[in-house]
């Protein structure tokens, strides 16, 4: 019998963690990358050595790490995959999906896989560019003084904003606001240029009537998922937990793991 499985996703803004047993998640935590690498782990031996019981987590039989950080200092003890696989695999064992396109939106750096069959088959990503990601809707929320749950509303009637770079989006934004339009046309505004910036990308990998499973921080608001399904034609899956998804594609894997042994 397969016992506790640990799965670690090291993002650039916040650590996910997943503990699975007998097909279900027990445990989920998610923690400022600051404050997981300050107060849970310390330099050992060139590797991360993690608290795991200052986190109130319990010994694994297995612990499968990826992300943002892992080319930084690996998690001693752990096995790293790639963020890819890890991410495809979180999105096959949440939807029960074979074929589908991934796209995942992070605090900073953007991702779209196409998965068939349950693999990875072709993908395409974006990390020098913060335009698409979750930092920059927090900017722009800041900008109209709105939370992000608001600014993830509304997709309706967006105000055109042309620069699809993080830092000429706020002067262009502030200009927009000068010029009257409504919070709710700002907001949708701001939505679209996220779909701008990943439409590329998803164009190149679906085709009309595909689905895309919709994951990361950004994938918890709503307007960008009726915004992707009206202008591209497919259907759009939020899974369960999309910001946790590479931490469970991690313990999925370890689950493989175990089963070779």
């Known amino acids: 019998m397969i016992g506790v499985l640990c799965g670690i996703d090291l993002g650039s803004r916040s650590v996910k963690i997943v ?12 923690l400022e990358t600051v404050e997981f690498y300050r107060d849970y782990g310390r330099r050992q031996n060139g590797e991360l050595a993690v608290d795991f019981a200052a986190l109130g987590l319990g010994a694994s039989e297995a612990v499968v790490a990826t992300g943002y950080g892992r080319n930084t200092l690996a998690i001693a003890g752990a096995t790293v995959i790639p963020e890819l696989k890890a991410h495809a695999l979180g999105a096959v064992w949440q939807t029960g999906l074979k074929d589908f396109t991934l796209l995942d939106l992070g605090g900073q750096d ?4 196409k998965v068939r069959r349950g ?12 335009a698409s990601t979750g930092r920059y809707l927090e900017n722009m929320a800041a900008v109209l003084g709105i939370s992000l749950e608001e600014l993830s509303r509304h997709s309706d009637n967006p105000v055109e904003l ?4 993080a830092i000429f989006g706020e ?8 010029e009257g339009y409504s919070p709710a046309e700002l907001a949708a505004g701001v939505n679209y240029t996220i779909f701008k910036r990943v439409k590329p990308m998803l164009a ?4 009309a009537g595909d ?4 994951t990361g921080g950004v994938a918890v608001g709503k307007a960008l998922p009726r915004i992707i399904e009206r202008e591209l034609n497919v259907k ?6 999309p910001q946790l998804n590479g931490a469970i594609g991690c313990a999925v894997h370890a689950i493989n793991l175990i089963a070779k042994q």
């Open 19 to 30: 503990l699975l047993a007998d097909g279900r998640i027990t445990t989920e935590k998610v």
């Open 110 to 113: 953007s991702k779209v896989v």
């Open 119 to 130: 693999k990875m088959a072709d993908f395409q990503t974006n990390d020098k560019c913060a």
């Open 162 to 165: 042309s620069a699809t770079c």
């Open 171 to 178: 002067s262009e934004l502030i200009g927009r606001i000068v």
């Open 204 to 207: 190149a990998l679906t085709r």
């Open 211 to 214: 689905t895309v499973v919709f």
């Open 236 to 241: 759009v899956v939020v899974p369960p937990r």
